[in-house]
């Protein structure tokens, strides 16, 4: 009776060292199922990313913009979203009529027909794709099929009386494709294809 006891109570011993011992690897691999992305992405790297791809943006619409230096509304802003990728977002005025400064708002008497708003938006998404090949795979936290993307929210902000015509313009590619083409811009036309554009 006492060898059994004996044989009981090791046993259960056993078992419990066993439990115990299993435990820190069961909550890890419960914690890989639940937020897989969790594990791999590191988040203050990602960070890093982000800010640095905000700033190349930024800089390539100040260029682009240069001789309407209150064009950007809202700069850069980008977030790693799990299980899609990174997105990016600015606001842009391709037609600032009023202009607000610390004196009030200012009347610009520049006149924009919609044909120069409509070359200046296709010039700068023509400069994001042409960006977004370029530094793109540079945003190493991604998984291939995940995607990096660029929101462009354009507004015509005209005189008060005269109607506004706002877009948005969303670019994207997945990161396999941005590490295939590698900032080869010998290979735009190829990469543009790959490019999923949508404009509403």
Known sequence: MTWIRRG??????????????????????????????????????????????????????ASAFS??????VQKTKGVYLAGYGTSFNFLINIHRAMVSTPFGEIRRFEDTSPEQKRKRIEDLTEKLVRTLLEYGSYLTQL???????????????????????????????????????????NRLKEFRQKVKIIEY
Do not use: C, H, W
Not at 67 to 72: D, G, I, N
């Open 143 to 185: 998984s291939k099929d995940e995607s990096v993307a660029i929101v462009a929210f354009y507004e015509d902000r005209n005189f008060p009386d005269e109607a506004n015509q706002n877009r948005t313009i969303v670019i994207s590619a997945t990161k396999r494709d941005l590490e295939e083409f590698g900032g080869n811009q």
């Open 8 to 61: 009981v109570s090791r046993t259960g011993l056993l078992l419990a060292v066993v439990l115990l011992l299993e435990m820190p690897v069961r909550a890890q691999s419960s914690r890989g199922a639940q937020g897989e992305g969790d594990v791999r992405v590191d988040y203050t790297q990602a960070r890093r990313e982000i800010q640095a791809f905000e700033t190349v943006l930024n800089n390539m619409i």
């Open 67 to 72: 001789s309407s230096p209150f064009a950007l």
